[in-house]
């Protein structure tokens, strides 16, 4: 039992509250959460927070705009109503996808945009630059830079492209229904089969003059702001998409690692089963995630694999067209991918179907995040994949039920054993140890 301490819980995730709760030994606080008829949130806090020590835990999935306007609104009524202190729990930090710089042509997929002005087309927003970015199978691709695929290529010579296919009639998520019933499609966002090569006639002169400056708001450094003008005064969130995202709060960020409870589900459940750590290897699904993946593979003592994935988007609904290529021996072996998200699935289910290519018998994806928004559930369905592993960090009850694939290990221990430490003013370097 911990006292003088007030856990609030947003509207995101409830389940993991009442988890978090459950472990502290501590009911949630009472707060009303609503919306006005004009779709303005409302947040009334139901109890006295005066010289309290606040929690409020709200993930980053689902309606992630919502939940974040939800999470400033409640971190500033605690902090008007003389909370001591207000820390904000995240396992899923929204926006953090979003940290980069301008220019960056990675991160979070985008849907289809809407239609602006007749003469603009469909296809009216792009993170194309002119003149125009090389491409595989391009004529500029020989002399792609010194890290492009171009020069992977020739490096590894014989390892071939891989695209994937989805089936597109299989289970969908409730929200994904809702949105295409709202937007009248059938739940592809954006037309990517069409662009699954890079279109390069697509632009014509009547299309907007576009790349010559890509000013693309940070939105990572605005949502940071954000958070600490509420009143935020500490964050507990996990797997930072970018750690050094801790860097632009001003305030305490205590980022958890998942890659605990991955390394015990390798441990306890795919090692013996698959005959080993010399049957099996640790494989990254593109070189951001080589760090996070080598750590899993050095404390194990396993080999380990990388997948090279090469985002270049044409246009904003051009979500397929990244190209994997394989560094490592993965024939007649499990292969084990980690990755901190997955969020349409494309990385995973693609990295699967090359893995199992190049002799892989069985794959496994073991990721902390698992959005699995748009057709992501189906895409797995559909996918060479034998199993995903994700955490509960964003809700995974409707996965489960579509997703007979599908592996859901609880993180609400960690988060209440942070809360607790931080509480007591005890050191939680403890949580960060992994070896
Ligand atoms: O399920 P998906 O929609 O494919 O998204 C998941 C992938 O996206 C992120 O990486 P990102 O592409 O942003 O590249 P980075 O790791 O180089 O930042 C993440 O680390 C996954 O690899």
Redesign the pocket.
Known sequence: MVRNIVIFGGSSHPQLTENICTHLGIPPARITLSKFSNGETRVEVGESVRNKDVYIIQSGGGMVNDHLMELLITVSACKTASAKRVTVVLPLFPYS?QSDLPYNK????LSRMEKRTPSEGSGSFTFDSRPTTPHPGGPESQGFGPNGVGSLTKKLNGISVQRSEVNMNAPKRRDTLEQEAQEGTNGVHGDSAQHSKHDTSAPTSMAVQRGYKQWVAQAGTLVADLLTCAGTDHVITMDL??PQYQGFFDIPVDNLYGRHLLKKYIQQNILPRQGGIDNCVIVS?????AKRATSIADVLGMPFALIH?E?RPTYSNDRQNATMLLVGAVANKTAILI??????????TRAAKLLKKEGAHTVFALVTHGVLSGD?IERINASALDRVVVTNSVPQEEHVKLCPKLVVLEIGNVFAEAIRRVHHGESISVLFQFD
């Open positions: 996808r990675v991160g979070a997929p998409h970018d699904p593109d070189a951001g995630g994935k985002r990755d901190d998200l997955a969020d349409t699935s494309n990385t995973i992501a």
